[in-house]
């Protein structure tokens, strides 16, 4: 048996390592990477956090459909393979593109042989892709042979009846394997079961507007970590957090303006690994990370400049996690930011080993001591 002493000195150690723990995990955060949808310059961007593009795919103000080229993109989102699965509207397509830029999969007009106008795409647990058709009032999912598989609504019909979506903007699988829907025209979120009924419900069919348990022309919609749904309600400027129940939980947003607490004309949010929201806010041109006090803790783009100079954006129309952080060998190497001489930031880190290494010496002490009188 451990006397206290040892068992003071034990848990002496396992504090030190568990705090080890804590701070790499800050360090880890700070070192997020975020997916970009620049549409306005015609890229998906991948920044690091000190703002530096460290991967593009799409030739910078120069639309188009050859090699290494995007028309208007709308919706990217970075695979655990380490691909990227983009939407592009006006090209007609959903593409994954592999980290050397090559397309290695594609679906797009001549696999459904007519209109075909997709706005989102999401990749499943069982590996096919779900593809938001806004123009033919439909979601699909696809195989990796291009093979529809599954779909929700007629298409090319409206509706909100059994089935129906009025030109949805988004789609994205649950943990539970059903699929959430945002029916932008119906001015609802809906959650829907693979036998097509409607399982949840957050908006009122076919009326906008910002009174309870309302939206007006949401955009976009996913399932936070907590099993809540976060959504971005285009028209009201706000990103809200809903629970089970339908009730409001947490906002970002609901006035138009670039102050901190204001949006304009948002088009899609993420949850990231440290609970903030990333957030692409399309009018002011910019993505922002806001942590749950509403605050500001990160941005790119300027509200005033847009453009496509360095720290600039044009119509960003999405924004998420890179899961798998890349690295393009083709681009500048990132230039550290200039350190502030009376930054002394670094004495917290040397003090912070100090206390360390101190703490885990008088835990050893007090767990290899003998006891008085033994």
Known sequence: M????RWFGLAIIII???ACFVFAGIAFAASE???VVDSGNHRVIELDADKNIVWQYGATEKPGSGPNQLNFPLDAMRLENGNTLITEADNQRVVEVS???KIVWQFNADDVRGNFYPVAAYRCSNGNTLITDWINHRVIE???KRKIVWQYGPTGISGSGASGLNYPEDAVELRDGNVLITDTGNERVIAVDR???IVWQYGITGIAGVGDKQLNHPLDALELANGNILITDEVNCRIIEVNEQGEIVWQYGGSKGCA???LNVPQAAAELPDGNILIADQLNHRVIVVDRNGKIVWQYGDNYNPGSDPGELLFPTDAKEAIVPLRDPSLPFPTPPK???NDLSFLWIIGGWAAFCFTVVFGLYYLTSKERGA
Not at 2 to 5: D, I, N, R
Request: net charge neutral.
């Open 2 to 5: 451990l006397s206290s002493k």
């Open 16 to 18: 030190a390592i568990l």
């Open 33 to 35: 990477h975020y997916l």
């Open 99 to 101: 980290p050397e830029k």
């Open 142 to 144: 696809v195989d990796s």
């Open 195 to 197: 036998g097509k009924n």
């Open 260 to 262: 901190e607490g204001q």
């Open 339 to 341: 350190k502030d001489p």
